[in-house]
């Protein structure tokens, strides 16, 4: 069972053999969209905050600047993260712009 995920980052630029890379902590996916669990129920909902929620779905596409994401940027990101495919064109309306269906839920086999 997977209880958080964690990113890290590292300056590579200022790495040396001798000053090997510094790795520190970017985010906790727990703490930084507040979830209780990573259950695909939770997934699911966070999915919907991101689209739903300007600010949440920057933090998530964005982390080092914040440009302007507007309803087909949000669909874009709302697309991938449904997806969960390299090639979402596949799985995804042409036009972006459209609202997620009135059924959008987590279409999986929840083993949580």
């Not at 906790?28 to 939770?42: F, H, I, V």
């Not at 779905?57 to 940027?73: G, H, M, Q, W, Y």
Request: aromatic share 10%.
């Amino acid at each position: 069972k997977v209880v958080d995920i964690e990113n890290y980052y590292a300056d590579v630029t200022v790495a040396t053999e001798e000053h090997p890379p510094e790795w520190k902590l970017l985010y906790s996916a727990k703490e930084e969209y507040n979830l209780t669990d990573l259950s695909p129920n939770s997934w699911n909902n966070l999915v919907k905050k991101i689209f739903e929620d300007e600010e949440t779905a920057t933090k998530n596409a964005f982390r080092v600047s914040e440009p302007l994401c507007d309803d087909i940027c949000r669909s874009e990101i709302l697309c991938s993260l449904r997806s969960g495919h390299h090639n979402m064109s596949l799985y995804c309306p042409e036009n972006y712009a459209l609202p997620p269906p009135s059924d959008f839920e987590f279409r999986g086999n929840s083993h949580a």
